[in-house]
C-alpha cells in the first residue's frame, strides 16, 4: 500500500492543529509546505525504491523490501531490482535494514542496531536537539526546520498507528493497522477527506513533495554524518558518517522513484463510476479487503469512526510539536506573524 497518503493526510491535519493552537511553528510550516510534506513521508521512509523489474515491460515496480511475485502491470514475471551505488549492486532489503530505524527512531531497528531505538520520552529531547539545529546549522532560512517538522509528523504518526504509542483509538475491519485494512485507509483518505473535504488535487501537491531536494539535515538526525550540534552533545552513540554517501544517494534515488510511483498511486486511487452507477474502487484494493466496494469500505469507515481517528492523529501529533517547542527556546523565538492561510496555501493543489 502506499504510506505517502496516510502520512501526508496525518501532517496536514497536524499543521491545521498546530494553526488553531497558533503554535509558533506552524507559519513557517505553511511557508514551506512542501518541504513539510516531504519529510513527512520521504524524511523517513527510506526504503521508497523500487522491488522489481517487470521483465514484460522492463518498468520498475514494487515498493522496496515488501516481496512482489508477479508484475502488476502484466501479470507476468517480475526479476529482482538493485540499487547501483559504487560499483556495487545493493539489494532494497539491505538499505532498509540500514537505514529504516534511523530515520524511524522509536521502532524498526534490527536486532544488531537495537541499542541505538530512542524511547518516548528521549524522542521530544531529541527533536527538539534536531529543531534547534537545524535553525543554526542547517539555515540560512527555515526550509530544513520545515522538512525536520514533518519528518517529526512521520515518527510519531508511525509510533500511533502501529500501537507503539497509546492515544489513536480505531478498529477499522479487522484492526486498527493491518494489510485487509489499508487499502480502505487510503482510499478513503485520498478520496472522501484529501478530495471531499480538503478539495486536493493529489497529483500536484505529490509531485511538488517529491520535487524537493535532498536535505541535509536528514543525514543530521539519521546520525549518517560527522556528529555535531546540540543532538552530537546530547545523543553521542550511533553516529557513523561513513553511511553519508550512500545515505545520499538513497534519499536521491526516494525522490526518483516516488516521482514514478505518484503516477501509478493517482491512477489506483481514483475512484470510477461502476456499472450501476456507484462509486468504483480498483479491483486489487477491493480483493485486499476480503471484496468489498467503496461503498462498504465508506460505511465501515464510518462504523469504525476513522474520520475522528485521524483528528486525535493530527491533534496528538500537534501535541507533540507543542511539547517540543517547550524544550527548544530557538521554536519559541520564532516570529509569530500569521503566514500564509489554508485556502492560500492549497491554491496550487486545489481541485
Avoid at 491535519?13 to 497558533?22: F, H, P, Y
Avoid at 478520496?191 to 478539495?199: A, F, R, S
Avoid at 461503498?295 to 464510518?302: D, G, H, K, P, S
Wanted: aromatic share 8%.
Amino acid at each position: 500500500m502506499s504510506g505517502i497518503i496516510g502520512h501526508t493526510t496525518y501532517a496536514i491535519l497536524a499543521a491545521k492543529a498546530a494553526s488553531a493552537r497558533r503554535l509558533p511553528v506552524a507559519p513557517l510550516i505553511h511557508r514551506h509546505f512542501s518541504s513539510y510534506l516531504a519529510g513527512a513521508y520521504l524524511g523517513c521512509d527510506i526504503q521508497t525504491m523500487p522491488a522489481a523489474i517487470c521483465v514484460d515491460t522492463g518498468e520498475e515496480v514494487g515498493h522496496g523490501p515488501s516481496p512482489i511475485d508477479r508484475s502488476p502491470i502484466t501479470g507476468g514475471p517480475v526479476k529482482p531490482w538493485s540499487f547501483a551505488f559504487e560499483e556495487k549492486a545493493i539489494a532494497p532489503r539491505e538499505i532498509h535494514e540500514t537505514f529504516y530505524g534511523r530515520s524511524h527512531l522509536i521502532l524498526g531497528w534490527q536486532a544488531v542496531d537495537k541499542k541505538l531505538a530512542v524511547g518516548w520520552g528521549d524522542y521530544l529531547d531529541y527533536a527538539a536537539d534536531v529543531t534547534g539545529d537545524a535553525i543554526e546549522l542547517f539555515g540560512p532560512g527555515q526550509r530544513a526546520l520545515a522538512y525536520v517538522l514533518g519528518w517529526m509528523t512521520h515518527v510519531t504518526g508511525d509510533g500511533l498507528i502501529k500501537s507503539v504509542l497509546e492515544g489513536i483509538n480505531l478498529h477499522l475491519l479487522d484492526g486498527k493497522y493491518t494489510a485487509t485494512n489499508r487499502p480502505v485507509q487510503d482510499l478513503i483518505s485520498f478520496n472522501d477527506i484529501g478530495k471531499g473535504e480538503l478539495g486536493l488535487n493529489w497529483a500536484a501537491m505529490l509531485d511538488d513533495l517529491a520535487t524537493t531536494p535532498v536535505e541535509p539535515v536528514q543525514l543530521h538526525y539519521m546520525r549518517c554524518a560527522a556528529r555535531q550540534g546540540r543532538l552530537g552533545a546530547h545523543f553521542e552513540n550511533g553516529w557513523a558518517p561513513e553511511k553519508a554517501p550512500l545515505l545520499t544517494a538513497v534519499l536521491a534515488e526516494n525522490r526518483r522513484y516516488q516521482r514514478k510511483r505518484n503516477l501509478r498511486l493517482i491512477e489506483e486511487l481514483t475512484l470510477r463510476k461502476g456499472p450501476n452507477g456507484e462509486a468504483s474502487c480498483d479491483a486489487e484494493l477491493s480483493r485486499i479487503t476480503g471484496g468489498l466496494s467503496y461503498l462498504e469500505m465508506r460505511e465501515a469507515a464510518e462504523k469504525a469512526n476513522f474520520r475522528h481517528a485521524l483528528w486525535q492523529m493530527g491533534e496528538l501529533i500537534a501535541d507533540g510539536f507543542e511539547k517540543v517547542i517547550n524544550r527548544q527556546e530557538r521554536l519559541q523565538e520564532l516570529p509569530t506573524d500569521d503566514g500564509p492561510n489554508w485556502s492560500e496555501l492549497s491554491k496550487r493543489w486545489s481541485l
